[in-house]
């Protein structure tokens, strides 16, 4: 079994920042993605930032630019840089990892954000 679990989250005002940040540990010690999805009220999942072990990323058009995710894939971590966050970017925040041999998935519980106008 694999646990992951998500800190960071908080209250910013518009244009703030905030740093997430996620550790895996347990049966499996090697994820070829790691990342990070968003939901908010009312809204799908959507997809936020990822990153492989090869470290090819990938960025909703929507936070490019913004947001940057680092790896170390050594410790199992992923954080996401959040900068110039607007009040759409709430929502509640979670971090993924997927086990190289297996594909499963395995998520956190999820880290609100919310950032104010």
């Known amino acids: 079994q694999v646990q992951v679990m998500e800190s960071g989250g908080g209250f910013v005002q518009a244009g703030g920042s905030l740093r997430l940040s996620c550790t895996a540990s347990?049966?499996?010690?090697?994820?070829?993605?790691m990342g990070w999805y968003r939901q908010a009220p009312g809204k799908q999942r959507e997809l936020v930032a990822s990153?492989?072990?090869?470290?090819?990323?990938d960025y909703a058009d929507s936070v490019e630019g913004r947001f940057t995710i680092f790896r170390d894939t050594d410790k199992n971590t992923v954080e996401l840089q959040m900068n110039s966050l607007k009040p759409e970017d709430t929502a509640v925040y979670f971090c993924?990892?997927?086990?190289?041999?297996?594909?499963?998935?395995?998520w956190g519980q999820g880290t609100q954000v919310t950032v104010s106008s």
């Open positions: 990153t492989t072990r090869g470290r090819l990323t």
């Open positions: 993924y990892v997927v086990n190289t041999y297996t594909g499963v998935d395995f």
């Open positions: 347990g049966s499996a010690r090697s994820f070829s993605t």
